[in-house]
């Protein structure tokens, strides 16, 4: 598919097409013109970046039986219309009809420039997310589910690939709503693991049931237990048992849980027959583990059995350019479950998805979609800042220092001649963007 943009004016007049297309031009527009619609026959209108520009009245097909064949071509195709004096009422039925706008003559340059110009901005925007809708809809295995481009999650998804078949314990570190549990049901989904995929939020469950909710207990084993039940453990042999957010876990469960971590064993509550269980254990956090071992809050002997392999789940706000691609995505699943069509985002919307901070990351930004498909009002999610020049080229150098960072496990030294700079220069960027990159470190 060709992404040239180009402005195509049909206009019988010699004199008229030819300052239109000249006026184009010396704006930097590409552009052409042709005396009738029939010289555009083999324009692909579907794969066409552009707009059209033509006159109501031609020879052979009119402008306005045109503009039907075009509107059932392609509804979001910009058509502009030419109309005379006198033939504004027409015009004007003819927008309402799909017709993007209509200029009278005589016009001056500087309107058609202007028309044209908003024109071939909704344009871009239409077919920049039809190709996001096809890579989507074209996309396959891993990639249909943790989606992106940017190196992050390109990396994400190669140590998810080669990660899943081990047996080996994964500690996901991530902010919230940053996608853990995808990320976890993913390496459940690749493990080859013939059980189920046992998630269980530790920071969700009172301490009084927590033992009971994960080892299980037979009948008596205390007030109001009068059947057996059998616990998240038991019920993840063969599988994959999903613990976010880890640190929640009370002190003297982390105990008991390392035991069956050592033991691959487990005992519900009131019974002494100990059962033998394989499950693989997949833990969340947002929270620094050793620092908390440091402080007596976590288990460190816990850590080191959970944390066998690391995997970090970088925020959007550090790949902002998997956003669009992101928001595609979850405006089409929204649109498919009320079966309704799916709204195109306009250039402002964009501009504020781009620039927005995403303190709650991917979760918040399928609110946003979800809201957005709704047509309910989604313009007070973002920042009231203004972003310039400067704030973008900063976002983008701090992103590609992390990301390098994060691929040689926070060595300095290895980044800077990745990125082919002085040591001195990349340790002087670190501290004007605010990195830090003992935090960037796969192991502690």
Known sequence: MSEKQQVIVIEDDEDVRFGCVQTLKLEGIDAKGVEAV????????REFHGVIVTDIWLPGMNGLD?????????SELPVILITGHG????AVQAMRDGAY?????????????????????????????????????????????????????????KTIQQVAPLPTNVMLLGETGSGKDLVANCLHELSGRS??????????????LFESEVFGHEPGAFSGATKRRIGKIEY???????????????????????????????ERLGDNQSRSVDFRTVAATKA????????????????FRLNVVTLIIPPLRERREDIPLLFA?????????????????DSQLMHKLMTHEWPGNVRELRNVAERFVLGLNVADFANEREYNLDDYIASFEKTLIIDELRRHDGNISQSAQVLGIPKTTLYSRIRKLGIEPRKLKTHD
């Open 101 to 157: 706008d209509f200029i009278e003559k005589p016009f001056k340059p500087e309107q058609l420039v202007a028309v044209i110009r908003r024109a071939l901005d909704k344009r871009q925007l239409v077919m920049k997310v039809r190709a996001l809708r096809h890579e989507l809809n074209h996309s396959k295995g891993l990639e249909s589910r943790l989606i992106g481009r940017s190196d992050a999650i390109v990396q994400l998804r």
């Open 38 to 45: 029939e010289q555009l026959k083999s324009l692909d209108i």
């Open 236 to 266: 993840a042999d063969k599988g994959t048992l999903f613990l976010d957010e880890i640190e929640s876990m009370p002190m003297q469960m982390q105990v008991k849980f390392l035991r069956v971590l050592q033991d691959q064993k487990v």
């Open 288 to 303: 620094n583990l050793v620092q908390m071992a440091e402080q007596g809050e976590f288990r460190a002997d816990l850590n």
């Open 195 to 208: 059980g189920e995929f046992v998630p269980l939020n530790c920071g969700g469950l009172p301490e009084s």
């Open 66 to 74: 045109y503009l039907q064949q075009l509107m059932g071509e392609d």
């Open 329 to 345: 995505k979850f405006v089409q699943e929204m649109s498919e479950r009320l079966a309704s069509p799916a709204p195109e985002p």
């Open 87 to 90: 033939n504004v009422e027409t």
